[in-house]
């Protein structure tokens, strides 16, 4: 054959390969999100995400010492907290001396260089499981905003990096910057859960932290798995409303939508590779159906790849590991 164009040639050996790669992972990209429990020296496997466990607060420091060491240094803590603490109106979310600001504390007082950057939503604090305040089966927007600044204010008093609300009630990204200026928190940055969407990838994150819904779903605030256009939407006022960062969840069935948003935004771009999406991964790997090490990684490089600069992923520590191997 006659051939002018022949791209095999750019696929010859493995140097030219890497010659021509696009898209690179790198332990930098990396936010580990990790589950925190009350008491001392404790530590819960989670079933549905295998490998992944809850931690009590001085098992963690250990853990996130093992992440250091490995170049993994930005993490995504969520709170376990025990069902008699919690209320309708998430009450322990804004306590200061409650689980999550005194974990913060002790993070940063053993690991200075470590980002935490820190969930605010009223889910694992409420007793309804849901992002906002309930009532009558409603679920209030502006009467939730107050909760969310409070809890926003605790956590950057605590010395939490970077606020990121996931709650996806209208304007908590201007009300949550103008609490934090207003108190002096200017350098406390605001990572939003731009595009959240109210799919079926969240289930083995709730049974960590027995946050389930006590009824319905999240439709009402949460968006449609069926549009994009929206995503826009929320882009845009995210940006206006001063968020520093915006976030596109889940990620692996919503690759188009962390393209979109590249291509519309001057904002870094984070994925976040939800529990479901690593738990399916799993699954068929310890099933002998996949190699797991090579799906995961080839998740994580389509995620750049789409446009994400940044990923949360259950993977980081092994994905760390892996390229750490080489
Ligand atoms: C809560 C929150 C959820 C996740 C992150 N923050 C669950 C939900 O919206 O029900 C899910 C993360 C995951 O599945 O890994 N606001």
Redesign the pocket.
């Known amino acids: 054959m006659n051939l002018t164009r022949r791209p095999r040639r750019n696929r010859r050996t493995e140097v030219i390969r890497n010659l021509v790669q696009e898209n690179n992972l790198t332990v930098h990209d990396f936010i580990y999100?990790i589950f925190v429990l009350e008491g001392a020296n404790k530590k819960e496997e989670i079933t549905s995400m295998p490998g992944i466990a809850r931690y009590s607060t001085d098992r963690m420091l250990d853990e996130i010492a093992a992440c250091v060491e490995l170049g993994v240094k930005a993490f995504a803590p969520?709170p376990n907290i025990p069902e008699s603490q919690k209320d309708r109106f998430a009450t322990q979310s804004f306590n200061p001396e409650g689980l999550f600001p005194s974990f913060i504390r002790e993070v940063k007082k053993n690991f200075p260089e470590v980002i935490l950057v820190t969930?605010v939503?009223?889910?694992?604090y409420s007793s309804d499981g849901h992002?906002g305040i309930v009532d009558n089966g409603e679920i209030l927007n502006d009467a939730t905003l107050e909760i969310l600044g409070k809890m926003a204010l605790e956590q950057a008093r605590a010395g939490a990096d970077i606020i990121a609300p996931?709650?996806?009630m209208d304007g908590r990204i201007g009300f949550i910057r103008e609490k934090l200026d207003q108190h002096g928190f200017q350098n406390v940055a605001i990572m939003s859960?731009t595009a959240?969407y109210?799919g079926a990838?969240?289930?083995?994150?709730?049974d960590?932290?027995a946050?389930?819904?006590k009824f319905g779903d999240?439709k009402t605030y949460?968006m449609n798995p069926a549009n994009s256009r929206e995503a826009l939407l929320e882009a845009e006022l995210d940006t206006v409303e001063g968020a520093d960062y915006l976030m596109v969840?889940?990620a692996l069935a919503y690759l188009d939508i962390i393209k979109l948003l590249r291509d519309n935004s001057h904002l870094p771009i984070a994925a976040?590779?939800?529990?479901?999406?690593?738990a399916m991964v799993k699954a068929a790997a310890q099933n002998g159906w996949i190699d797991g090490d090579k799906a995961m990684m080839e998740c994580l490089l389509s995620m750049k790849r789409a446009g994400a600069d940044i990923i949360?992923t259950?993977f980081a520590k092994e994905a760390a590991q892996y390229l750490k191997k080489g």
Do not use: T, W
């Open positions: 999100p969520f969930d939503a009223m889910d694992p992002d996931s709650d996806m859960y959240k109210a990838f969240y289930g083995p994150f709730r960590a932290l946050s389930a819904p999240k949460q969840k889940p976040y590779n939800v529990s479901g999406e690593y949360l259950y």
